[in-house]
C-alpha cells in the first residue's frame, strides 16, 4: 500500500512539474516600454481567430511574411495606419525608418518584438494600436514591413533559410508583385 502511495505522490510531482514547464513555454507578449505582459484581450474583437493570428500566438512567427498574396492588404493598411509617421515605403518621418536595418527597439528584429511593438505601443508618439487594429491587420502590416526590408538577409531574423538565401531586398520595382490578389479570406476574414 505504501508504494502505491509512493508511486502516486512521485507520478503527481513529476506532472505538476511538466505543467510547471508547459506553462513557462507557452508564449507571452511584453510592453516594450516596460516589460509588463500584455493583454491580448483588449485588442479589437475581429480578426483574432485566424488561422494567421493563431499560428503566430503558438509560434511568434508572421505566416503572412510568406504569403505574397496577402502583401497588398498589407500595404493597405501601413498606408492609412502608419506611413504619416513612418513615411509611405517605412524610411520614417516623425517616426524612425522600418525598412533598414537599424531598429530603435533591438527586438523588432524578430516577429514577436514588432508585434509587441504595433500592439502596446514603444516611446515617443508611437501608442498602442490595439483599439486601431485588429491582431490580424497587425500582422498583415508587420508583413509589408518586412516586404519594405532594404537591409541584408543576414540582418532580418524574421526570413527562413530558404528565404535569405533567395531574398532581394525591397525596390519600387517590386511593388508591383505584391499586388497579386489573395483569395477571400486567404489574409482578412470573410465579413459574415
Not at 179 to 192: D, F, I, L, S, T
Request: glycine fraction near 12%.
Amino acid at each position: 500500500m505504501k508504494r502505491k502511495t509512493i508511486v502516486g505522490i512521485a507520478l503527481g510531482a513529476l506532472l505538476g512539474v511538466a505543467g510547471a514547464l508547459g506553462a513557462e513555454a507557452a508564449l507571452t507578449f511584453n510592453n516594450t516600454v516596460t516589460g509588463e505582459v500584455l493583454d491580448l484581450s483588449q485588442g479589437l474583437p475581429e480578426g483574432r481567430d485566424t488561422p494567421a493570428v493563431k499560428q503566430f500566438l503558438e509560434s511568434g512567427r508572421n505566416p503572412y511574411n510568406e504569403n505574397a498574396s496577402c502583401l497588398s492588404a498589407g500595404s493597405e493598411i501601413f498606408l492609412s495606419a502608419c506611413s504619416g509617421c513612418h513615411g509611405h515605403v517605412a524610411e520614417g518621418k516623425i517616426g524612425p525608418g522600418l525598412n533598414d536595418d537599424y531598429w530603435t527597439y533591438p527586438k523588432n528584429t524578430t516577429d514577436k518584438g514588432l508585434f509587441e511593438t504595433i500592439f502596446g505601443g514603444a516611446q515617443g508618439q508611437m501608442g498602442p494600436q490595439y483599439g486601431s487594429l485588429s491582431l490580424n491587420d497587425m500582422l498583415l502590416v508587420m508583413a509589408w514591413v518586412r516586404h519594405l526590408y532594404t537591409g541584408p538577409a543576414n540582418g532580418a531574423e524574421w526570413l527562413s533559410e530558404e528565404q535569405r538565401r533567395t531574398f532581394t531586398p525591397y525596390s519600387p520595382a517590386r511593388v508591383e508583385t505584391a499586388r497579386a490578389p489573395a483569395n477571400a479570406g486567404e489574409c482578412r476574414p470573410v465579413p459574415n
